[in-house]
Nanobody
Framework: QVQVIESGGGLVQAGGSLRLSCAAS???????AGWFRQAPGKEREFVAA????????FYADSVKGRFTISKDNGRNTVYLQMNSLKPEDTASYYC????????????????????WGQGTQVTVSS
């Protein structure tokens, strides 16, 4: 049984920063990790992803230059550093992991990820 647990969400003013963490436990071999978000009334959207093997990173255009995804292999943990937050970043943020070998546009696709956390709420006030 694989568990994925996010933490670090909260309320922050526009221009502020938050760091989300995602810890995986259980029998899992992670090849890629991603962060997705979903705002009320909107579809879930890709935010960022990272390759476990070579550390390649991928970002949605809306967060490039503001968000940074990173990982700690030893702790099986993924982080999302979010700077210069905007009210439109308000959403529930979900961490997702997969043991599959994926490439290219696969990193951006929710269906390739096998394990998901329950989400952590990020609210950015104007």
């Amino acid at each position: 049984q694989v568990q994925v647990i996010e933490s670090g969400g909260g309320l922050v003013q526009a221009g502020g920063s938050l760091r989300l963490s995602c810890a995986a436990s259980g029998r899992t071999f992670t090849r890629a990790a991603g962060w997705f978000r979903q705002a009320p009334g909107k579809e879930r959207e890709f935010v960022a992803a990272i390759s476990w093997n070579d550390g390649s990173t991928f970002y949605a255009d809306s967060v490039k230059g503001r968000f940074t995804i990173s990982k700690d292999n030893g702790r099986n943990t993924v982080y999302l550093q979010m700077n210069s937050l905007k009210p439109e970043d308000t959403a529930s943020y979900y961490c997702a992991l997969t043991p599959r070998s994926i490439g290219g546009t696969g990193y951006y696709t929710a269906r390739v990820y096998d394990y998901w956390g329950q989400g952590t709420q990020v609210t950015v006030s104007s």
